[in-house]
């Protein structure tokens, strides 16, 4: 299938299919021949494991060396977005020049905002290869991280045009595969109950994950987030429903020093935790346990280490608040709809605990 994505700034389709990359070849090799350059961004893991994707977009005669960044979250340095630069200015990359960002969220963060930003922005299309990327290549938030915060440094820039190629996925690690479907949940609780209910239904522990075809319900994920940037592209209001759960899952998060959580790992704690405000604050009717359970048998896991504090998660949450100008409110689901509160004073946040 393909969707729409509609802003004030930009209209392109987002195309989720099984081998869309294969199936969509010459339309992409037409998109690209428009370009006087084309440079790849990607990261090395997935520079070695989709080498032949790789070669392919490095095939035609506009095609400049590709920029490998490492893997991870460690793409997002003003170092490597640095040296992105220099690679493109060696490369005499103009205005009319095109990235095609290969790889999961970081690198499309990366290499959306050094598109955003060289010469004043030029054009970039997405090829997202995590499930996380469901909901990281849409919607045009780009940024890199700054030592003392997390996306801190970044711009709206909306890509020109995204392939995903859901067959991709299948090479993820068990611990990727669940931290992008926690977007997916999310995208089902704050928007489409019948969604939630589907994946529920289809999704019953983790080797179903692989076995299942996600592409129907990541399209209704993408969708979910294509309206909602449509009504609001810069997050002045609800584009922070997609927020849910990353207040306090963003806390436990940068809790790191007590294990290392995956994004997804910690946001479905958050979302617990939002749910049960929701409970209390909003009168949501909602199976609280029975969704855990369900997430528990996909190996989600939902204790906390028993030395973390809940002190210290509250200081992480308000510094989040600080630092992250698009979490200034909590997000709740109020009878199936999301409501946005402006403040969650500490009686509150601690009882539900
Ligand atoms: P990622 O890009 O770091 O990828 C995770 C790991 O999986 C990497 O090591 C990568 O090499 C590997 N990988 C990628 N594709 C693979 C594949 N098909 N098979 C096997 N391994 C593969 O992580 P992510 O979870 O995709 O994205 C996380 C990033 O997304 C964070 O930096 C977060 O801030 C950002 N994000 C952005 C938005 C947005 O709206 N811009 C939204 C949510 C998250
Ligand atoms: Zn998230």
């Known amino acids: ?76 340095t003003f170092a490597i977005y640095e040296a992105a630069m220099t690679h493109m200015i060696s490369h005499n990359l103009d205005r009319k020049s095109v990235i095609v960002a290969l790889g999961g969220g970081a690198v499309g963060d990366l290499a959306g905002f050094v598109a955003a ?27 890199i991280n700054h030592p003392l915060a ?67 319900f990541l399209t209704k994920g993408i969708q979910i987030k294509a309206d909602i940037v449509a009504e609001d592209e810069r997050e002045q209001g609800i584009r922070a429903y997609l927020n849910f759960g990353h207040t306090f899952g963003h806390a436990v998060e940068a809790a790191g020093d007590f294990k290392h959580w995956f994004h997804g790992e910690a946001i479905m704690i958050g979302m617990k935790f939002a749910l049960l405000l929701s409970q209390q604050l909003t009168g949501l009717q909602f199976d609280v346990t029975r969704w855990q359970h369900w997430a528990e048998k996909l190996g989600y896991d939902f204790s906390l280490p028993p030395t973390l504090t809940f002190e210290q998660l509250y200081d992480k949450m308000m510094h989040d608040k600080k630092n992250n100008l698009s979490s200034d409110s909590f997000c709740f689901v109020e009878r199936g709809r999301s409501t946005d509160f402006t403040s969650c004073d500490e009686n509150t946040v601690s009882r539900s605990i």
């Open 117 to 143: 930003s060289y010469m004043r922005g030029i054009d970039f299309i997405q090829l997202p290869t995590t499930v996380l990327a469901h909901d990281s290549a849409v919607g045009g938030k780009t940024a």
């Open 150 to 216: 997390k996306n801190i440094v970044g711009a709206f820039h909306q890509p020109q045009a995204v392939y995903y190629d859901t067959s991709l996925l299948a090479s993820l690690p068990e611990r990727q595969m669940r931290s992008g479907f926690a977007e997916l949940i999310k995208h089902g609780l704050i928007a489409d109950a019948t969604l939630l209910a589907e994946v529920m239904a289809n999704y019953q522990n983790c080797a179903s994950l692989y076995a299942r075809d996600m592409t129907p």
């Open 1 to 76: 299938p393909t969707i729409t994505v509609k802003t004030a700034t930009a209209s392109y389709p987002v195309v989720v299919e099984q081998n869309c990359l294969q199936q969509q070849k010459k339309t992409i090799e037409g998109l690209l021949a428009n370009y006087s350059h084309v440079l790849v961004i990607t990261d090395q893991h997935v520079s070695i494991l989709y080498k032949e994707v790789c070669d392919w977009l490095q095939n035609s005669s506009n095609s400049v060396l590709p920029f490998v960044t490492p893997n991870g979250e460690s793409a997002k």
